[in-house]
């Protein structure tokens, strides 16, 4: 298996291992420096320790003799003399003690530097000792000297002591100083190679990285420019996809899931394409049907109002001429009578004539409603009066109960035409009625108005559809008409702001006969609330 058919996990994990790797690397050259240089740079700034005490034990020193000979020239006693040098002698024995401590511990330290430095630095505790031995000899030597007019003895043993002394000095300053400086210069070294070995670890590091960025990573950032691509592409609805399927890591297997994916969808676009023209067909074809079947029933529509519109025409004119011939004769003379039923009898038909050309219009969306206050139990009588010889005629009685006076707000005609549809309704469809029954108050602001019958009633399921349009009963109530006339009851009522509503059996408090009934419910809004 190649590195093309490697996992992208483990590409991406040798990429970290690099990188770990050369952090690793760098933080090890780092703690080997410091390392290295840690004591050494311990070492010098001992050494300039041990150079400050030098100089402060010269400063001491220089003035102890200074004190000693400003003692002789004086003239002190010895006693005097050693008492006034003691002060000074103890600060300069305390600087010796504090050098050999400082010593003695580099020695024990140079066990580490090897055993050369170990020598070295054991060496130079020797001149310190010589030194100390030195100064205490020329202490005593100095408070026991007896005084003299020139001084003689003070200057000859001063003057002894500082040659000795500071050859002796000298040397341990210059011997410190010369460590030091080896240690400088070991320092350099160690840092050029370290700085060496950091400029070859960065040059690996940069080729390390550039390699694994030709070598893996930029491969990789370009299949995924190519997958960026072709998913850029499927948005566009653009499915003509290719991603190469040479490798098996995951890009590779997803440039395969990729070209699948697109192959779908171009098949899923054609079949959506193919099912769309069909669909476009069939849309116009329906169109096409559609248009011709509205264009025929335009047409009927125009013929059927112009045939009521001829047969108002035709049968208004031989009805007003025989109104105005009922009424000339019902003025006076032996037929009045006849002539007065004749009258009334040409009005109702008059009015059948002006409801047929409503519900025609109503059908055809062409009815308005006249909006006016009238008197409710008139309407309701002429309706009744009506339709009394229809209902005599089936062997019913037709009872009201009718207040004086209830004024509502509608259409009038309307009113009377529902009340009518209603009675015949009830003529027509209540089996077994024995009777039909109207009555009429006032609740809450509103005319309530019940017609109801004694007869079979209506099955509960029929109930909830017995206002649609069209809507026709079963059995013994599939009869008679369209199934439009409780729907266009509902329909005049509602658009005169009322309500109507259906129960069967009729309530107990309304129910008169041995049937359960049917009591159609009609609410109007009253005139002035």
């Known amino acids: ?13 040798l990429g970290a291992g690099l990188i770990a790797l050369v952090a690793l690397a760098a933080s ?55 008492e006034r040098l003691a002060p000074l002698a103890e600060a300069t024995l305390r600087t010796f003690a504090t050098m050999r401590s400082d010593l003695e511990a580099a020695v024990a330290d140079a066990g580490d530097l ?36 020139r001084q003689a003895p003070v200057r000859a043993i001063v ?32 840092r050029a190679r370290l700085t060496g070995w950091a400029v070859a670890m ?5 080729f390390l990285v550039l390699a694994y960025y030709l070598g893996v990573l930029r491969p990789q950032l ?15 609805r653009d499915f003509s996809v290719s991603l190469p399927e040479d490798s098996n890591d995951e890009i590779g297997r997803l440039f395969r899931q990729t070209n699948a994916t697109a192959a779908a969808l171009a098949e899923r676009e054609s079949e ?56 000339i004769g019902k003025r006076g003379g032996a037929g009045a009578a006849a002539f007065e039923a004749i009258h009334k009898r040409a009005l109702g038909l008059n009015r059948r004539m002006d409801d047929l050309l409503r519900i025609a219009r109503s059908e055809s969306g062409q009815l308005s409603l006249n909006e006016e206050a009238f008197d409710l139990p008139a309407v309701v009588a002429e309706a009744a009066e009506e339709s ?69 009633g209506m099955p509960q399921d029929e109930i909830p559809d017995a206002f649609t349009r069209f809507a026709q009963g079963t059995g013994d109530r599939r009869r008679e008409g369209f199934g439009i006339g409780l729907s266009l009851v509902k329909w005049v009522i509602e658009r005169q702001g009322g309500q109507v509503t259906l129960e069967s059996p009729v309530p107990v408090e309304r129910a008169f006969g041995s049937g359960p009934g049917v009591d159609v419910t009609i609410l109007l809004p009253k005139h002035g609330g």
């Not at 070492?43 to 200074?66: C, D, K, M, P, W």
């Not at 070295?120 to 031995?133: N, Q, V, Y």
């Not at 009872?399 to 003529?427: E, H, K």
């Open 388 to 456: 009394r010889a229809q209902v005599e005629h089936s062997g019913l009685t037709l009872v009201t109960a009718l207040p004086p006076v209830l004024p509502v707000r509608g259409d009038p005609n309307w009113t009377r035409q529902v009340v009518a549809a209603l009675i015949g309704n009830a003529v027509r469809h209540a089996s077994g009625a024995t009777g039909i029954q109207i009555t009429l108050d006032a609740q809450d602001g509103m005319a309530c108005l019940h017609v109801l019958d004694d007869g079979a």
């Open 272 to 327: 959506v394409e193919r099912q769309w023209a069909r669909l476009t067909d069939t849309i116009a074809e329906q169109t096409r049907e559609l248009t011709a079947k509205n264009r025929r029933l335009a047409e009927i529509d125009t013929d059927r109002r112009r045939f009521f519109a001829d047969i108002g025409h035709e049968l208004r004119t031989p009805l007003t001429v025989i109104l105005m011939e009922a009424e």
């Open 202 to 206: 960065g040059a690996a590091a940069i």
């Open 1 to 13: 298996m190649g590195l093309r058919d490697t996992s992208l996990k483990v590409k991406l994990g």
């Open 28 to 82: 090890t050259l780092m703690v080997y420096g410091i390392g290295r240089t840690e004591r050494p740079l311990g070492a010098i700034l001992a050494t300039e320790t041990r150079i400050q005490h030098y100089s402060a034990l010269a400063s001491q020193v220089g003035t102890f003799l200074v004190v000693a000979i400003e003692a002789g020239q004086t003239g002190l006693a010895a006693p005097d003399r050693a």
């Open 159 to 190: 003057d002894d002591f500082s040659r000795q002394f500071d050859q002796l000095l000298n040397t341990a300053v210059s011997e410190e100083l010369r460590a030091r400086n080896a240690l400088l210069a070991d320092i350099a070294t160690l």
């Open 114 to 149: 090897g055993l050369d430095q170990q020598s070295e630095r054991a060496t130079r505790s020797l001149g310190i000792a010589r030194m100390e031995a030195l100064f205490r000899s020329a202490v005593t030597r100095l408070s026991d000297a007896a005084p003299d007019a």
């Open 222 to 236: 370009r299949r995924l420019d190519q997958l960026r691509a072709a998913s850029e592409g499927i948005g566009r």
